[in-house]
């Protein structure tokens, strides 16, 4: 009787280790899917003397981050800020101090935006390459 109690111990705690080993991470929403957006996407524009880079990072949690770097002549801006994004569809929303509701394309590594931009502004299309 005593050499089953043991036996018995040893196989419980081995299968309480193959267990924990083996559901790791499992619990994701994703199911371990990784969305086409997530990574780091990159627009740029050029004029005469000014240029505009826009980097998009979209995190597999569901956020992300913003950064914008302008130049003209010789003054440099540069801002940053996180939001939150989720898609259903071909639909992106993208929240941070405004929420902005896109329509979005991958094809290889251009990702294609369309939406309003600026407050006020007209619709237009931005084109972004994975980075």
């Not at 009787?1 to 929403?29: E, P, Q, R």
């Not at 989720?86 to 929303?93: C, F, I």
Request: charged fraction near 25%.
């Amino acid at each position: 009787m005593k050499l089953f109690k043991k036996s018995t111990t040893v196989l419980f705690i081995a299968f309480a280790l193959l267990m924990s080993f083996s559901c790791s991470s499992d619990d994701d929403d994703d199911n371990g899917v990784v969305h086409p957006l997530v990574g780091v996407w990159e627009y740029s524009q050029t004029g005469d003397n000014w240029e505009l880079t826009v980097r998009l990072t979209f995190n597999n949690n569901k956020t992300g981050i913003i950064f914008e770097r302008y130049s003209e002549d010789d003054e440099i801006d540069e801002n940053s800020f996180n939001f939150a994004w989720n898609t259903v569809g071909n639909e992106l929303t993208v929240t941070s101090e405004d929420v902005l509701n896109l329509t979005y394309s991958i094809d290889g590594d251009e990702l294609e935006l369309t939406g309003v931009f600026d407050e006020g502004g007209e619709e237009e299309t931005m084109i972004f390459m994975r980075k």
